[in-house]
């Protein structure tokens, strides 16, 4: 993994050399990044668990509050709850995946001294950026609708 020489957009080459820090460096964010990821398997796994149990909970919950009839909670109903649950696994299943892959494939190379896993791995490592950049704009959005409802709302309260 001394050097590596890659077309750029614009169409010149751009050459790199790993010396021995960065392969540390790298290895280093390797373990951790597969570290985190097993966490998030781990954490997916509780969720899917979570899951099962959720309708069964919420039930639980609607009955001590003397609601005898889940249809009378409207959304909040238990499998409301179990969809919003298993969503939220799947929405975190592929930036984990994407993280435990740059991981272990970049393990992989640095030990192998191989070129075409090491692309492969710095894929993945963008892939796991950008969903998160993606889910990142998605969040703020809807914070900005929420708020901007919530005004209305208020406004509409105000005026009534």
Do not use: C
Request: hydrophobic share 55%; proline share 1%; net charge positive.
């Amino acid at each position: 993994m001394d050097q590596t020489t890659q077309e750029t957009p614009g169409g010149s080459f751009l050459e790199l050399h790993l010396d021995q820090q960065s392969v540390l460096y790298l290895g280093e964010s390797a373990r951790w990044a597969r570290f985190l990821a097993i966490l998030g398997f781990i954490y997916i796994g509780l969720l899917l668990l979570i899951s099962l149990f959720a309708g069964a909970f919420v039930s639980n919950m609607m009955s001590g509050m003397g609601t005898s009839d889940v249809r009378d909670i409207g959304y909040f109903s238990t499998g409301f709850v179990t969809v919003i649950i298993l969503v939220a696994a799947l929405i975190l299943f592929f930036p984990v995946l994407y993280l435990y892959n740059y991981a272990t494939k970049l393990r992989r190379a640095l030990r192998n001294n191989e070129q075409a896993v090491l692309t492969e791995s710095l894929k993945n490592l963008k892939s796991f950026f950008k969903f998160y950049g993606i889910l990142a704009i998605i969040v703020i959005s809807l914070y900005i609708l929420m708020f901007i409802g919530g005004i209305i709302g208020a406004l509409m309260v105000h005026r009534a």
